[in-house]
């Protein structure tokens, strides 16, 4: 059963930077796809980015050039580095798996339980 704890969120200033992880266990990271998702209050669950097994990456329109999605098998971990943060970005961050899930895999069967991230101005 895979379990996926993610860690790193907080409040952050606009235009700075934060780095939020993503530990995976109970499933075969290396075969993984994983992905980034976001929910705001309110609002529907969103896409943020995505990175398949062997490091294709996709990124929602709004953060691309912004945000990085990158991924460590050796340390079962993904990342998600935003830069430039706007006050908009502010929700609880997800990260999901699934195995063979490539770059463009939208739909996932394990997820965290997210972590908060606040964007002041």
């Known amino acids: 059963q895979g379990q996926l704890v993610e860690s790193g969120g907080g409040l952050v200033q606009a235009g700075g930077s934060l780095r939020v992880s993503c530990v995976v266990s109970g499933l075969a990271f290396d075969n993984c796809g994983l992905a980034w998702f976001r929910q705001a209050p309110g609002k529907a669950r969103e896409f943020v980015g995505a990175i398949g097994r062997t490091g294709g990456r996709t990124y929602a329109d709004s953060v691309k050039g912004r945000f990085t999605e990158s991924r460590c098998n050796a340390k079962r971990t993904t990342y998600l580095q935003m830069n430039s943060l706007k006050l908009e970005v502010t929700a609880v961050y997800h990260c999901?798996?699934?195995?063979?899930?490539?770059?463009?895999?939208?739909?996932?069967?394990?997820w965290g339980q997210g972590t908060q991230v606040t964007v002041s101005s």
């Open positions: 999901a798996a699934q195995p063979y899930a490539t770059e463009y895999t939208h739909d996932f069967r394990y």
